[in-house]
């Protein structure tokens, strides 16, 4: 299966929409890694994020990056 690099960008009072932009397709996880994080350090913007994601097929991989996550609940002994 390969590794999606995505650009996703989102406003800020509008996290829950969310543009994604493919940007290339890995077969190794290091290339997809590397680039990842090439990206980060070269372009800081606010509001734009840098995410692989290992998926069957391009649908499913921008389904799992659209989908809506629940933040963990904190134990008190894990603060």
Same mark, same amino acid.
Do not use: C, W
């Given at each position: 299966? #390969? ?40 372009? #800081? ?16 991989? /921008?389904?799992?990056?659209? /989908?809506?996550?629940?933040? #963990?609940?904190?134990? /008190?002994? /894990?603060?």
């Amino acid at each position: 299966m #390969p590794y999606y690099l995505y650009k996703i960008t989102s406003r800020d009072s509008l996290e829950l929409v969310k543009r994604l932009q493919l940007l290339e397709v890995h077969e190794v996880f290091r290339a997809a890694k590397n680039e990842a994080r090439r990206l980060r350090a070269e372009q #800081p913007l606010e509001g734009v994020r840098y995410k692989v994601m290992f998926a069957e097929s391009r649908l499913t991989a /921008e389904e799992k990056l659209l /989908e809506k996550r629940e933040k #963990p609940v904190l134990m /008190e002994y /894990e603060r």
